[in-house]
Every structure is written in C-alpha cells, then in structure tokens.
C-alpha cells in the first residue's frame, strides 16, 4: 500500500476520536510534516552549497589564470575581445550567471587584496566591464537580503569600481542601521559623486572596524585627491568621527591641518586631546612642542605619555631637560619605562644620560633600564610611525589600528 493511501487512511480515522485526541493528532501531523519539509530543505541548501564550493574549486585556477593573462598583457583589449577569450578560455564553465559569478568576482577580491595595484592596470576597466562584474553586483543591490547587500557593498569598494549615487543613497537613510552605515562607509569609494559627504553628518558614527575600512578605502582610492580634514576637525561634533579624522590627518601627513589640532589641546575630552598630541607629533610640528611641555604636569596620565612620544617624534633637541626633569618626577614604573626610552632614543646626550642613571639606579628602576637597553624587548614608542606616510606599503599600526595590509 502506498504512502498516500496510509495518509487518507489517517486522515479519515482522525474525525472518529475525541475532540482532545483529534487535536492532538493534528498537531501531531503538523509537526510530522514541518520537519520533512525542514530535512528536505536542508539536504536542498547542503547540496547547493556542495555544487557551489565544488563550482568555485573547480573555477578558481582557471579564473585566476584568465585574469592573470589579461592584466599581465602588453597588448590593450577591449570589453568585447575580454568577454571572447573568457568564454574560449573557459569553454562551458565561461557562461556568466548567477552561478559562475560568485566565484568570478571572490577570484577577482582576492588577487585585488593581494596586489591593489591591479586596480590601476591598463586592461583592469575592460575586464570589469566586458565581464559585467559592475551591472551583476548593482543588481544584487535591489534584489537581495541585508547579508548580501552588505557583502555586495564591501565588493565595490575592494574592486574600486563606482556607482551612480541613485543606485547607494536609498541606502545611507536606510532605517537597517547595519546597511545605512555600511553604504555610508562605501560611498567614499563607490560613489561617482561626493564621496566625502557623509563626513557632514551629525550621526555619522565610527567603531574599530569602520575605522579600518575607511582607511583602506582612502589609502586604496583616494590618497592622491583627499580633502583638506581640517574643517571637519573643527566641526565634527561626532567623537568617533573626529578620533578618526585626527588619524587620517596623521597619517596622510596633512600638515596643513596643524593649526586646527593644536586648538585640541586644549579640549576637554581626554582620548581627543591624545590624539591629536599623537597626530602633532608624528607630523613632526614643532610649534606644538612648547605648548605640550607647558601642559605636560597638568594632564591625565594617557596625555602624559602622548606627550612623551610627541616630543620624541618631534625630535627638536630642545626638550631633552624637560625629558630629564619629568622621568624623576614620575610618579610609577610605566610612566618611568616610557621616559627613560625616549630619553635612550631622544640623542647622544639622552642616552648619555641614561647610561648615568644605570650606574646609581637600582631595583625596579635599574630594571627597567635594562628593559629600553635591551632591543629584543618590543618598544611601546610609535618613533618611525611619521616616516611610513609616505611609504608605498600601508601599515595600519600607525594608526593604532593594529592590522598591517601589504
């Protein structure tokens, strides 16, 4: 007898039984049918997911392949000779839909992560466009849960490519603060417009990690052409925004914004007046190197030794007795550790100095000497962090931000 027969059997003894009974078995066969129907999905999603590794296995050598062959060519092609030869390249695995272009693009993210100078390469435009990446990826923008929207924003800023402003700003007011404040963040790469304009947004607010994109998208897309980040050290009335645009001015050596921190000297919130010590510091401006040693005894310890390193960054020679008088004012062992290593560090005379204290020192004082003489232990000093602005490589160290991208 067949499965259906068994379950019109079932259904018509069901009206026999108690009301109690027939509910329950009712319930029951609910029950029963919503986890067939759970297992079946999940063997369903198992097995595309399956195909879909196995697919993008199977395309990745040869994508990677066909993408090296393009860029690393001398001759110049154009969007139709790259869609020819990727089909002749692949054969039937060359057809683009919504299977084959996951692995396309995730092929392409990650020879870009790798080398970002791809972006710049002659042939980089006609690949994108003879494949399409650009129109498959504005689509999944209106047609696509909020996981993919996400991701599908993250993929236009890696692959540099832009974006008319009507297909992103639905999306920077979008009540989803997840997509709102990631499309804000992508806009500065995406946009074919004003990529800096949510930078005049009063809740324009930035955690760690929006930190780091922004970062990347600017030292990616935009260091060549940045503005000036002095009007929004001025007027950013967002902490986190104004904590970030402090670093950028740092590291992208915008020494024209030094007259706009040295106003945060004197601000009242303590992590912005350590940044903008630090920032003063690794852009080595001198006329913020008298101001700090005046406010030096009146500030929290963070800003203390912001200072420190500030001076040292400096590297003026004029602050080696203040150095001097501050390590025998200090009043514990890591304020000690800090001074003592930017006096080692500071010149001849510093070091000289240093070597002096070792002879009479004992304890944790004379320990902690033996500490800065010694190069195996790592440093708490950011000296040498000014001098990577205008190196090729962008280490995020200088900004704190401790993730190092080559």
């Not at 970002?116 to 006609?126: A, E, F």
């Not at 979008?174 to 930078?199: G, L, M, V």
């Not at 960054?313 to 550790?337: P, Q, V």
């Not at 070597?355 to 195996?376: M, S």
Request: charged share 25%; net charge neutral; proline share 3%.
């Amino acid at each position: 007898m067949s499965f259906i027969n068994h379950l019109e059997q079932y259904l018509e003894l069901i009206p026999s039984f108690p009301f109690v009974i027939q509910v329950a078995l009712y319930f029951i066969f609910m029950n029963a049918l919503a986890i067939v129907i759970f297992v079946v999905s999940a063997c369903i999603i198992r097995r595309n997911k399956r195909l879909a590794d196995n697919l993008e296995q199977d395309l990745y050598p040869k994508n990677i392949a066909f993408f090296n062959e393009i860029l690393d060519s001398n001759e110049i092609y154009t969007e139709e000779e790259v869609y020819n030869r990727y089909v002749e390249s692949l054969g039937k695995a060359g057809k683009l839909n919504k299977k084959t272009y996951p692995p396309l693009i995730s092929t392409l993210e990650d020879m870009v992560k790798k080398n970002t100078h791809i972006l710049s390469d002659k042939n980089y435009p006609s690949l994108v466009k003879g494949l399409k990446i650009e129109g498959h990826l504005l689509k999944k923008l209106d047609f696509s849960n909020t996981r993919i929207r996400l991701r599908t924003f993250q993929t236009l800023s890696i692959l540099g490519l832009t974006a008319p402003d009507s297909s992103i700003l639905p999306y920077t007011h979008s009540r989803n603060a997840f997509i709102r404040k990631e499309s804000r963040n992508s806009y500065i790469a995406i946009s074919n417009n004003d990529h800096f304009k949510f930078f005049d947004q009063a809740d324009n607010s930035l955690n760690y990690w929006d930190n780091i994109s922004l970062m990347q998208q600017m030292q990616m897309h935009h260091k060549n052409n940045l503005p000036n980040f002095s009007k929004w050290i001025k007027y950013s009335r967002n902490k986190s925004q104004l904590l970030f645009v402090i670093k950028a001015v740092a590291h992208f050596n915008q020494t024209s914004a030094g007259s706009a921190l040295m106003e945060l000297l004197h601000t009242e919130d303590h992590d912005v007046r350590k940044e903008a010590i630090i920032a003063l510091g690794e852009m080595s401006i001198a006329e913020a190197e008298e101001p700090m040693i005046e406010m030096y005894r009146d500030q929290p310890q963070n800003c203390q030794n912001a200072i420190i390193e500030a001076l040292l960054s400096i590297h003026s020679g004029k602050a080696l007795d203040f150095l001097k008088s501050a390590y025998r004012e200090a009043g514990n062992l890591d304020s000690k550790k800090l001074i003592a290593e930017a006096l080692y560090k500071y010149n001849d005379e510093g070091k000289a100095y240093i070597q002096e204290l070792y002879d009479i020192e004992k304890g944790f004082n004379k320990l902690i000497l033996d500490h800065i003489k010694n190069p195996l232990i790592p440093s708490r000093l950011r000296v040498g962090r000014k001098k990577q602005h205008k190196d090729p490589e962008y280490n995020y160290d200088s900004l704190g931000l401790n993730l190092t991208t080559t």
